[in-house]
């Protein structure tokens, strides 16, 4: 059973950066595309970024394209969310999720059928 921790949450200004990483504890997730997703209060939770397991295809909201960024280093079995000019619309609890992949799908990114889930962290922008 793969475990997902998400860190790297906080209290920014608008206008800051924040860096969220996300590692599995337990078996590696060398051949899971990730993705990042938000819930805000009162909302629905909702896709934010994905990356596939190749690295070789990245996926945005529209509302963060442009602004925020999916990486991966498979040696370190992490996934990180670069967050740049942070609007206090982006204050949400921030999930990381996995989606187990076979070969065909090694160049998967997006939105759905992720299979684990990290308890997620708290992102507030202030304005």
């Known amino acids: 059973q793969v475990q997902l921790v998400e860190s790297g949450g906080g209290l920014v200004q608008a206008g800051g950066s924040l860096r969220l990483s996300c590692a599995p504890s337990?078996?590696?997730?060398?051949?899971?595309?990730m993705g990042w997703f938000r819930q805000a209060p009162g909302k629905e939770r909702e896709f934010v970024a994905a990356i596939s397991w190749s690295e070789g295809c990245t996926d945005y909201a529209d509302s963060v394209k442009g602004r925020f960024s999916i990486s991966r280093d498979n040696g370190k079995n992490t996934v990180h969310l670069q967050m740049n000019s942070l609007k206090p619309e982006d204050t949400a609890v921030y999930y990381c999720?996995?989606?187990?992949?076979?070969?065909?799908?090694?160049?998967?990114?997006?939105?759905?059928?992720?299979?684990?889930w990290g308890q997620g962290t708290q992102v507030t922008v202030s304005s």
């Open positions: 999720a996995g989606n187990a992949v076979g070969p065909s799908r090694y160049d998967y990114c997006g939105p759905s059928r992720y299979d684990y």
């Open positions: 337990g078996r590696t997730f060398s051949r899971y595309a």
